[in-house]
């Protein structure tokens, strides 16, 4: 019987060592997710993970991208969470070190505010941001988190070929200025679209909050406004982000180095007439033509956004 133990023991290192080497954890990874009924992806086979092809950059200290996925401290956890997020994984787990005593603590505080997580979800592009997120604690210290997008890989394809079809449409190409390409894109946008006033006591029949809103309905709020706009600009290859206060939502976007507002909502009003029009007040201002405005809708956090100068 010992020497049957034995023998099994050894040819379990023996797996164990060649899935390491060879198949970079994948037996490792069945085993464990048949095991736990997940298929989360584990931070032990982080090297097979795939990246997003709208992977953002790094624009903010607020968050870094990050190799380490075993926190320390909330910093390094607000890190992976933002990592999680700008490669697109819908699942990941990943284990607190043992010297980060209020690991779950914070973990609780930010699922339970959502502020934090929603600022992180702006500096990411639409396509990998949420809609919701969870984060699950099991009794082997691992923590599972799992995202449900906001857009599906079926809404991904729809609104990609609907814009391309507008950009041909519209010969945007044609124009030499990248000022005129986004202005041209901007005017269509203001133009088939009005603001959803539904959308705020959730009587609207509109996906306003979205780009399947903003590019199929003809109904927008800000978050559909902008984020038509982002997926656009990143189309275009320029560097942007989504900049959100409580209230409010826009585009900044980085031209000949300086970071440069559109508010396509507030571009986009309704006169006391009822009469639609288009205006170019928020249109690639500056940051400091933008606060000077003293609008009250337009304040930033300076410790997320500040990249934007």
């Known amino acids: 019987m010992k020497k049957i133990f034995t023998f099994l023991i050894s040819i379990l290192i023996f797996i164990i060592i060649i899935d390491e080497k060879i198949f970079n954890d994948s037996i490792y990874n069945i085993v464990s997710n048949s095991i736990n009924n997940t298929t989360y992806k584990l931070v032990k086979n ?3 993970l795939t990246t997003s092809s709208y992977l953002n950059k790094d624009y903010s200290s607020y968050v870094k991208s990050t190799t380490n996925f075993t926190p320390r401290n909330k910093q390094e956890l607000l890190n992976i969470y933002y990592t999680i997020l700008n490669n697109g ?3 990941f787990s990943y284990y607190c070190d043992d010297s980060y005593t209020n690991c779950l603590d914070d973990i609780k505080s930010l699922t339970k505010t959502a502020d934090t997580f929603s600022q992180i979800n702006q500096l990411v592009h639409p396509y990998n941001s949420f809609s919701t997120i969870k984060s699950n604690y099991n009794e082997d210290g691992r923590i599972d988190v799992s995202i449900k997008k906001k ?6 394809i729809k609104i990609n070929n609907k814009i391309d079809n507008i950009i041909n449409e519209l010969n945007i190409n044609k124009y030499n200025s990248v000022e005129e390409k986004i202005k041209v894109f901007h005017d269509y946008l203001a133009n088939t679209n009005k603001y959803d006033s539904n959308k705020l006591n959730k009587t609207s029949i509109y996906n306003s909050d979205t780009a399947i ?3 199929f309905e003809g109904y927008s709020i800000c978050s559909g406004y902008t984020d038509t706009l982002a997926i656009f600009l990143s189309k275009l290859g320029i560097d942007n982000v989504r900049v959100a206060n409580n209230d409010h939502t826009w585009n900044a976007l980085l031209l000949d ?6 508010d396509l909502t507030w571009d986009d009003p309704i006169l006391d007439n009822g009469e639609d029009t288009i205006i170019y007040d928020y249109f690639l201002i500056s940051s400091s033509n933008l606060n000077s405005l003293n609008d009250n809708g337009h304040f930033y956090s300076i ?3 500040d990249f934007i100068k």
Not at 151 to 156: A, R
């Open 151 to 156: 857009y599906s890989e079926d809404d991904i």
């Open 46 to 48: 982080i090297d097979a």
């Open 257 to 262: 180095n300086k970071w440069k507002h559109i």
């Open 303 to 305: 410790n997320i956004y």
């Open 213 to 215: 809103g903003t590019l």
């Open 89 to 91: 994984w819908d699942n």
